[in-house]
């Protein structure tokens, strides 16, 4: 499975957070607010902009002022405020901010709000996993889910996606992501019924992690196949979800649809989020090799993906070669980069892409050649192997030869000019034909003012149109008349 499990937030712009106070304190204050105001307005809007805030702030998190906001934002002595004291290491006073220390004057909130109880589990679980305390950071999300499940407010639902991604994190760092299954269920099932989309998009995206993680391929596409589908409401969710569906198409061979998944993932992917679009370009350019294309150089030298990418322009090399030990090589020597990406049940389908090549290349250069030599070209253990991969390739329709196996030999028909046919001809017709319908399609689109086909009439026509209409209107007026 991939190592690169979060993808990294863009950096919230200089102008984001106030600039005339330097506290780290200050700032959490400010986002307290701004959840507060997003709370009583109803504004979803505020939650998504704080938590943008907060991911800004995350390298700046310290215990001290964890436990600081943590006596602003919550009732001293009550539940969630001892539980979540109790996660936080205790600090020499003498390493506080400045700002941290007038904190104890102000007045806590008498009636914290359930928004700002679940930013406070939030702001704890983040910091407990980037000090890298797993034991702690499971205790904390299993208490915030616990917690969680007694809410139904839609200002929560944003920041319950959030814990929902860091309560499956702190899991799978401990290697016992297993355990939670039952749990990611009943919580989707519960955004279900709550008719919380954000939800349940996060938490099918951490099932399916689930799943796959262990090889469950198969439950896994039930999962996605029955679960509700409406419009993604998150980019960053709807490339995980399409990655995985990509790699689910993988395993079941159609890798056409895998390949449209991961390519999609690929491009819609944030630019920082650089760890998983090199994971979604390693896939594709396995989905690629199995369909028989031979991905560009450029996939390969995109920016920062160059030492990642490696392996497999080397494998790329070795199948557009068709040379099978070359192939056998680079899959000896980077077995286990492919063993951690999850790639390496899908490089051994290429051996026979790799075969496949080179007898195309030995019946381009052959018109006649013995079943012998074929098998030292191709590396090939036995001439029974050879025998059978051509009789095979023959029949797919990959080379166009002929069996002689009395002799024991390939026999390579001669290919003819194909100029000297008529498939240029046709094939130009085509092509012209093609234009010529596109043509007229986009002349029977055009709009076009009303009688404008219509020949416009000269003067003398006009006047004598005119002096018409004038006499039928001055015979009707006089048989008006005569009627009253």
Same mark, same amino acid.
């Given at each position: 499975?991939?190592?690169?499990?979060?993808?990294?937030?863009?950096?919230?712009?200089?102008?984001?957070?106030?600039?005339?106070?330097?506290?780290?304190?200050?700032?959490?204050?400010?986002?307290?607010?701004?959840?507060?105001?997003?709370?009583?307005?109803?504004? &979803?809007?505020?939650?998504?902009?704080?938590?943008?805030?907060?991911?800004?702030?995350?390298?700046?998190?310290?215990?001290?002022?964890?436990?600081?906001?943590?006596?602003?934002?919550?009732?001293?002595?009550?539940?969630?405020?001892?539980?979540?004291?109790?996660?936080?290491?205790?600090?020499?006073?003498?390493?506080?901010?400045?700002?941290?220390?007038?904190?104890?004057?102000?007045?806590?909130?008498?009636?914290?709000?359930?928004?700002?109880?679940?930013?406070?589990?939030?702001?704890?679980?983040?910091?407990?996993?980037?000090?890298?305390?797993?034991?702690?950071?499971?205790?904390?999300?299993?208490?915030?889910?616990?917690?969680?499940?007694?809410?139904?407010?839609?200002?929560?639902?944003?920041?319950?996606?959030?814990?929902?991604?860091?309560?499956?994190?702190?899991?799978?760092?401990?290697?016992?992501?297993?355990?939670?299954?039952?749990?990611?269920?009943?919580?989707?099932?519960?955004?279900?019924?709550?008719?919380?989309?954000?939800?349940?998009?996060?938490?099918?995206?951490?099932?399916?992690?689930?799943?796959?993680?262990?090889?469950?391929?198969?439950?896994?596409?039930?999962?996605?196949?029955?679960?509700?589908?409406?419009?993604?409401?998150?980019?960053?969710?709807?490339?995980?979800?399409?990655?995985?569906?990509?790699?689910?198409?993988?395993?079941?061979?159609?890798?056409?649809?895998?390949?449209?998944?991961?390519?999609?993932?690929?491009?819609?992917?944030?630019?920082?989020?650089?760890?998983?679009?090199?994971?979604?370009?390693?896939?594709?350019?396995?989905?690629?090799?199995?369909?028989?294309?031979?991905?560009?150089?450029?996939?390969?030298?995109?920016?920062?993906?160059?030492?990642?990418?490696?392996?497999?322009?080397?494998?790329?090399?070795?199948?557009?070669?068709?040379?099978?030990?070359?192939?056998?090589?680079?899959?000896?020597?980077?077995?286990?980069?492919?063993?951690?990406?999850?790639?390496?049940?899908?490089?051994?389908?290429?051996?026979?892409? &790799?075969?496949?090549?080179?007898?195309?290349?030995?019946?381009?250069?052959?018109?006649?050649?013995?079943? &012998?030599?074929?098998?030292?070209?191709?590396?090939?253990?036995?001439?029974?192997?050879?025998?059978?991969?051509?009789?095979?390739?023959?029949?797919?329709?990959?080379?166009?030869?002929?069996?002689?196996?009395?002799?024991?030999?390939?026999?390579?028909?001669?290919?003819?000019?194909?100029?000297?046919?008529?498939?240029?001809?046709?094939?130009?017709?085509?092509?012209?034909?093609?234009?010529?319908?596109?043509?007229?399609?986009?002349?029977?689109?055009?709009?076009?003012?009303?009688?404008?086909?219509?020949?416009?009439?000269?003067?003398?026509?006009?006047?004598?149109?005119?002096?018409?209409?004038?006499?039928?209107?001055?015979?009707?007026?006089?048989?008006?008349?005569?009627?009253?």
């Amino acid at each position: 499975m991939t190592q690169d499990v979060e993808m990294k937030e863009q950096a919230a712009p200089s102008n984001s957070l106030p600039s005339s106070s330097p506290s780290t304190f200050h700032h959490l204050k400010e986002i307290a607010t701004l959840i507060e105001t997003g709370a009583y307005a109803r504004e &979803v809007r505020r939650v998504l902009r704080a938590i943008r805030f907060t991911m800004a702030l995350r390298r700046k998190l310290k215990a001290s002022v964890l436990s600081a906001f943590l006596n602003f934002a919550l009732t001293p002595g009550s539940e969630a405020h001892s539980r979540l004291s109790s996660f936080i290491p205790k600090e020499d006073e003498h390493e506080m901010e400045v700002d941290t220390a007038t904190s104890a004057s102000q007045a806590p909130a008498k009636h914290s709000l359930p928004e700002l109880e679940i930013y406070c589990y939030l702001l704890v679980l983040i910091f407990l996993i980037d000090q890298k305390k797993y034991d702690e950071a499971k205790a904390c999300s299993s208490a915030s889910i616990v917690r969680l499940k007694n809410m139904n407010r839609r200002t929560v639902d944003v920041l319950a996606a959030r814990l929902y991604f860091y309560y499956s994190l702190c899991y799978e760092l401990t290697g016992d992501l297993d355990e939670i299954r039952g749990n990611l269920l009943a919580l989707h099932r519960i955004a279900t019924l709550r008719r919380d989309e954000l939800g349940q998009e996060t938490l099918l995206n951490l099932l399916l992690r689930n799943y796959l993680h262990y090889n469950l391929y198969d439950q896994a596409e039930k999962l996605r196949s029955k679960a509700p589908r409406f419009e993604a409401h998150s980019n960053q969710q709807f490339c995980r979800y399409l990655f995985y569906l990509g790699k689910i198409r993988t395993i079941q061979l159609e890798y056409t649809d895998a390949k449209e998944c991961l390519l999609q993932a690929a491009r819609k992917a944030p630019v920082a989020a650089l760890g998983f679009r090199v994971q979604c370009n390693k896939w594709a350019i396995i989905v690629r090799l199995l369909l028989g294309e031979i991905p560009e150089r450029t996939v390969f030298m995109q920016k920062g993906m160059g030492k990642a990418l490696r392996p497999y322009f080397e494998l790329t090399n070795a199948v557009r070669i068709g040379d099978l030990e070359l192939f056998r090589s680079v899959a000896d020597k980077f077995s286990s980069t492919f063993s951690s990406d999850g790639t390496h049940n899908l490089i051994v389908r290429l051996r026979h892409n &790799v075969i496949r090549t080179g007898l195309r290349n030995i019946s381009i250069s052959y018109s006649r050649i013995s079943l &012998v030599d074929v098998a030292k070209k191709l590396r090939l253990d036995s001439v029974a192997d050879a025998e059978s991969i051509v009789a095979k390739a023959i029949r797919d329709g990959a080379i166009d030869a002929t069996l002689d196996h009395a002799n024991g030999c390939m026999l390579s028909k001669e290919t003819g000019d194909i100029y000297s046919t008529t498939e240029p001809q046709m094939a130009f017709n085509s092509r012209i034909a093609f234009c010529l319908n596109m043509h007229n399609e986009a002349v029977r689109a055009l709009r076009f003012p009303p009688n404008s086909h219509k020949e416009k009439e000269s003067s003398e026509k006009r006047r004598e149109r005119q002096q018409q209409e004038q006499e039928l209107a001055k015979h009707i007026a006089e048989e008006d008349d005569d009627e009253f």
